[in-house]
């Protein structure tokens, strides 16, 4: 087994365990997290998806929220269990695929273009797994695989919590990366709440893909 091989199997391991726990953060149920999920549809406008990649969907908490404005939806996971969750209870989403894959490994360039990419609380995650190298080369994909005008959500928590993952400095690394691969920062909100008796911050932000062009 090499070094990538064994990342990877780290990847799908911890997050099966996580979610066979039932729902880990509360995102069905925690008030805070569907605020957070109303802050992000509403920083969208009211614009509408034909092709929406959302990445690290779980069990689809925010993939319901994505269908009411996209026509078609591929919703992606490295666990077997989430995405069996979310399958179930998607069964009414009919504009929704939800596939086990990891997006590191995933053929973004073997796709058509994308509208709308998602990444919600999930960027920090592959930053904790992979190589600097392996999320620069896969924000770099994602440009290229978003269609001019296209969008890319994201939503990460910055600081409030003793997580190393979550320092403000490497939040914003993250961002500074995808504006260095060619999308254009349009709009950012920061959403504040208590989430569990801890005030939390997430910053909600979309990128633009402006112009076409190579890397």
């Known amino acids: 087994m090499n070094q990538r091989t064994r990342i990877d199997e780290k990847a799908r391991v911890f997050f099966e365990e996580l979610w066979n726990r039932g729902d880990p953060w509360d995102l069905e149920t925690s008030e805070f997290e569907q ?8 920083i969208l406008g009211d614009r509408r998806y034909k092709r929406t990649l959302e990445i690290g969907c779980g069990i689809g908490s925010f993939t319901r929220r994505l269908a009411a404005i ?6 992606l996971d490295i666990s077997p269990t989430a995405i069996s969750r979310a399958r179930e209870g998607g069964s009414d989403l009919p504009s929704v ?3 086990v894959q990891n997006i590191i490994d995933f053929d973004l360039q073997g796709q058509e273009t994308w ?6 609380e999930t960027i920090y995650y592959l930053g904790w797994l992979y190589s600097f190298f392996d999320v620069a080369w896969l924000a770099a994909q994602l440009f290229l695989a978003t ?5 890319l959500l994201m939503a990460n928590t910055s600081g409030g919590v003793d997580d190393y993952l979550l320092r403000p400095w490497i ?23 208590t989430k569990n008796g801890v005030s939390l911050d997430v ?5 633009t893909r402006i112009e076409k062009g190579q890397l």
């Open 115 to 120: 509208d709308l990419v998602v990444m919600n």
């Open 97 to 99: 695929e939800f596939q």
């Open 35 to 42: 605020a957070k999920y109303d802050k992000e549809i509403s």
């Open 70 to 75: 996209s026509d078609r939806i591929l919703a």
């Open 171 to 193: 939040i914003q690394t993250y961002h500074d990366l995808l504006i260095n691969v060619g999308y254009e920062l349009t709009a950012e909100n920061i959403f504040s709440g």
């Open 147 to 151: 269609r001019t005008g296209g969008q």
């Open 203 to 207: 910053i909600i932000s979309v990128f």
